[in-house]
């Protein structure tokens, strides 16, 4: 089947937070990680067909969720799950913060690999703990771990968790085996558990794999959970549905109490019947997605050689967002992104909300038909010309 990717759809006045956050409708939002594609048309159908039935109840988690995540599981990342090992829970941050409460106290801390999803520093605050920076290393927009700097933050006794993103937003990597590994031996050896978020990893393109913590972390003495979601893959963040991953039967009791009190436990059935679509019938529309939004980025990379030269971009393993280096332009990241969006009702992000090392960056959602991705380029180099 052809997926038409270069299709506009009007978001406007479809209360989109993307789209609608603001009046002005000359606004361009290129900033938060909501795709501007349908879903797959087999999502929309399972949808509509419990729709249909006009009867919203209480209902179970169904068994072919379970079915749905492991075999996607198996084909997609290698790994073989069993349906004991599963927590379905109703989104990642939801998820994240359940955990956290779960096993941290308040003043405890929590290390974070910045420039890193901002959620996260949000999260951390709400629980009442400290968010540690271990700050990536740029080696000319490749990003490295800083292992010596994470063990000496591993080995404070205060620290007790590693929120690791996998693949990583915003830069857009995928870590390999190695590095995992590095990971699982410094924080097996300090008693700090590894938290992995692993929402984008079906979207890794061609000549890098995403490797799941939970196959390393087994090599290791090494408290781990791992969790998953269709959301960012599947364009369903509205429709929220998580699960973590664990082994440890008592780990995913604890998890579950949390999400119990919170009163978050329940994932939604419209939900449920999404993942399960997704997951059974959407491998197809995300591969051309893939090769949809690749083409999106190595567009954007020719537009920027020839038009945007001082802009340098991180090379994109993985994710629709890219990491823009701006510094060049001799802006910090708020002001420029204030700029752009008052002089070209641009909406882009800004570096600094993913931690102290992302001044001078600029995150951009390419997950949109390539004209819209033009017109975007168009007004950021427009803004550049001017100065």
Known sequence: ??????????????????????????????????????????????????????????????????????????????????????????????????????????????????????????????????????????????????????????SNPQTKMLLFCSPHNPIGRVWKQEELEKIASICAKNGVMVVSDEIHADLVYEGHRHIPFISVAEKYDLFSVTCGSPCKTFNLSSLPASYVITKDQEVKKQIAKILSIQETYSINPFAAEALIAAYTYGRNWMEALKEYLYGNYLFLKDFCKDHLPDIIISPLQATYLVWLDCRALGKGSDELYKLLFKDEKLWLNSGTMYGSSGEGFLRMNIACPRDVLEEGLKRFEKYVNKK
């Open 1 to 154: 089947m052809n997926y038409n990717f270069d299709e506009i759809i009007s978001r406007h006045g479809t209360n989109s937070i993307k789209w609608d956050s603001v009046a002005d409708e000359n606004v361009l939002p290129m900033w938060v990680a909501d795709m501007d594609f349908k879903t797959p048309p087999e999502v929309v159908e399972a949808l509509s067909k419990k729709a249909e039935q006009g009867i919203f109840g209480y209902s179970f988690t169904p068994q072919a969720l379970y079915d749905a995540i492991i075999d996607w599981w198996e084909v997609s990342h290698q790994v073989s799950l069993q349906k004991d090992w599963l927590l379905p829970t109703p989104g990642m941050i939801p998820t994240l913060s359940a955990i956290v409460r779960a096993y941290l106290k308040p003043g405890e801390n929590i290390i974070v690999q910045s420039p890193v999803y901002n959620h996260f520093f949000t999260l951390i605050e709400n629980c009442g703990c400290n968010a540690v920076e271990n700050h990536l290393i740029n080696e000319n927009s490749n990003y490295q771990i800083d292992f010596t700097d994470l063990e000496l933050k591993a």
